[in-house]
């Protein structure tokens, strides 16, 4: 199966899920690009961008389970690349 390169944007607005989503990432870490959280706490959220290289079985898969955690929202950006596709 054909890698993509996908982008997961999520926001956490509930701490007490940040363990399991930590666990849910480190399960996928061969997959993954890098990471970048902000912390924005006027707003009582955290941002975090998770780019990927991976099967689209496998960035599916990891969206829906950080999606299902109480508090988190998760969404894929998963663009058709020229030469990849």
């Not at 054909?2 to 666990?23: R, Y």
Request: proline share 6%.
């Amino acid at each position: 199966m054909d890698n993509k390169v996908a982008l997961i944007g999520i926001v956490v607005s509930e701490p007490n899920s940040v363990e399991q989503m930590n666990g849910i990432l480190h399960q996928y870490a061969p997959y993954i690009i890098g990471r970048m959280g902000i912390p924005y706490k006027e707003a009582g959220v955290s941002l975090i961008s998770v780019a990927l290289d991976a099967p689209q079985d496998v960035i599916s898969a990891l969206s829906g389970k950080l999606g299902a955690l109480a508090g988190v929202s998760a969404k894929t950006v998963a663009p058709k690349i020229t030469g990849r596709d």
